[in-house]
């Protein structure tokens, strides 16, 4: 069954401090895997998706199929990072779902 | 175009009565979802139109949840004979494509509160 978990609840950095926000999944196929984020008062918005391989507001996030994992990082965390974060996945055997982890919150300490 | 619209973006309502929540896409969007959330959840696929057509409804929505899409634009989710349970915020998104991978864009909820 196609299952995302997202381990950490809560994380807090502070800022300047290298952020991880961990993803694993489980998939039969070739999944895609996406990051959604969602700010204070704003709606769920699109991130970055692995198959782009592109960084995001600083963000990068490296598909590792051999430990089923999306972990989303950047080097040095900044204030306006503090947000909802949700990992997402699809694919050919989803039928036409997105399955979403239950999100981790970050806040980045001054 | 101003993105995804919902409507109302709260309602309150006593158990028994029915709610119908209203979502206006992007225009070229062919694809529509319905999703739930609760606290502390992530967004919870209820289901999927692809133009007027409803393809996918989740097992976990029961009969008394119904939704349309009439002429593939705008959308219609309605809970009859409401309950406790189903106190959530209900999100709408749409995207363009022929697959299932592409960017979903959001709205910003409707909020349910069953009294």
């Not at chain 1, 995302?4 to 950095?13: D, F």
């Not at chain 2, 209820?46 to 393809?55: D, G, H, I, M, S």
Request: proline share 4%.
């Amino acid at each position: 069954a196609q299952r995302v978990t997202q381990p950490e609840k809560l994380l807090s950095v502070f800022k300047g401090a290298p952020v991880e926000l961990k993803c694993n999944y489980s998939y039969s196929g070739s999944p895609e895997l996406f990051w959604y984020v969602q700010y204070s008062r704003q709606r769920l918005q699109l991130l970055l998706r692995h198959i782009s391989r592109e960084s995001i507001k600083g963000f990068t996030a490296d598909l590792n199929k051999g430990e089923t994992s999306f972990h989303l990082k950047k080097p040095f965390a900044q204030e306006e990072d503090s947000a909802m974060y949700y990992c997402a996945l699809s694919g050919q055997n989803t039928g036409n779902q997105f399955y979403f982890g239950t999100g981790t919150s970050l806040t980045v300490i001054p | 175009d101003t993105g995804v619209s919902q409507n109302p973006r709260h309602k309150i309502t006593k158990r028994g009565q029915n709610v119908t929540f209203r979502c206006d896409p992007i225009s070229e969007h062919n694809r529509l979802y319905w999703y739930r959330q609760t606290l502390g959840q992530g967004p919870e696929f209820l289901t999927y139109f692809q133009n007027e057509a409803q393809l996918e409804k989740s097992r976990l929505l029961s009969d008394r949840f119904s939704a349309e899409r009439p002429k593939g634009s705008f959308s219609t989710l309605e809970i009859q004979r409401t309950e406790q349970g189903d106190s959530a915020m209900y999100l709408c998104a749409s995207s363009l494509g022929a697959t299932n991978t592409g960017e979903l864009f959001f709205g910003e909820g409707s909020r349910l509160t069953v009294l």
